[in-house]
């Protein structure tokens, strides 16, 4: 119970905070359309991001994966969007590591009150490095609610696949617009920093260290417990399992944005495998919208 109340506290305590709210893409580590502002206008945004390492909800895999993605979203008039995603990790010779396609509808219930639902598929290389290759589908729904003064959202996830797992986020972020402009009076600096906290179940963890027995040895993966472990783990258990927080940078102009953000993540609970610690991420993104 007591995460729950830490979270309760966290939605709370953020909802004094002012911000009006613009067109904003959440490239992380995927570009995904946007849920807090819906624009009733045919859009195509297309981006490229660089992240220090692949993180899926609060856990890394046993080494780091640096990576480049290119992500492309097409947004229609009605609120209803598609999207693709190639991801690489560098430092390896494959072409692409990832590749996700889906698509979804964003919704608002009042002038406060935004959403979104959508279902993504995974696909994965054939030596299914990144730790989320346990599962490749995704079913999100998202629901946002703006205090004025700050912006909280509630995030379901379904994940199924070889494992299959449930994940509750909650996060509430503060958007802050420059009132004076950079270089011309058509550009300005955004920041927008957010605190995060996962719940959920961990499956995924133990279907990547059966997956990946072959190199425990190399990637320091602690298998699941067994018969013979002194140690019983619950990956099954729904828990907390991370606590972020996030401070992005962008500089805008009318259809370009380019972002440099910073994220520490605080993995609790971790269990049967991949012995994560506390980590800082680093992730530089560029996506331009054509209307």
């Not at 598929?121 to 990144?130: A, Q, S």
């Not at 703006?146 to 449930?166: E, H, P, Q, T």
């Not at 605190?195 to 961990?202: E, K, P, R």
């Not at 962008?250 to 049967?272: C, D, L, M, Q, W």
Request: positive net charge; hydrophobic residues 35%; proline residues 3%.
């Amino acid at each position: 119970m007591k995460y729950f109340r830490i979270l309760f506290f966290l939605i709370v305590c953020n909802s004094v905070n002012a911000a009006t709210i613009k067109r904003y893409f959440h490239v992380y580590p995927k570009l995904v359309a946007d849920t807090d502002t819906i624009i009733r206008k045919r859009s195509i945004s297309a981006g490229v991001s660089y992240g220090s390492d692949a993180l899926f909800f609060g856990r890394t895999g046993p080494i780091t994966y640096p990576y480049i993605s290119t992500d492309v979203i097409y947004n229609t008039k009605t609120g209803f969007f598609a999207y693709g995603s190639v991801l690489k990790l560098l430092g390896y010779p494959t072409l692409a590591d990832e590749i996700d396609l889906g698509g979804g509808y964003l919704y608002r219930l009042s002038h406060k009150f935004t959403g979104s639902i959508s279902y993504t598929r995974f696909i994965f290389n054939k030596d299914e490095r990144v730790i989320e290759s346990a599962s490749s589908n995704d079913i999100n729904l998202k629901n946002s609610y703006d205090w004025k003064i700050a912006k909280s959202s509630i995030v379901l996830d379904y994940l199924f696949g070889k494992s299959s797992d449930f994940f509750v986020t909650l996060n509430t972020s503060k958007y802050i617009e420059t009132s004076w402009n950079v270089f011309d009076d058509k550009d300005y600096l955004t920041f927008n920093p957010g605190v995060s906290v996962i719940l959920g179940t961990q499956n995924f963890v133990q279907r990547y260290s059966l997956d990946h027995q072959n190199r425990m040895a190399a990637d320091n993966i602690i298998l699941y417990s067994n018969s013979e472990s002194s140690h019983s783990y619950d990956n099954g258990k729904f828990n907390a399992l991370n606590y972020s927080f996030k401070i992005p940078v962008a500089y805008n102009r009318p259809h370009y944005t380019f972002e440099a953000s910073y994220k520490y993540s605080i993995p609790v609970n971790v269990e049967g495998a991949l012995m994560n610690k506390r980590e800082a991420f680093y992730n530089l993104t560029f996506y331009y919208v054509f209307y």
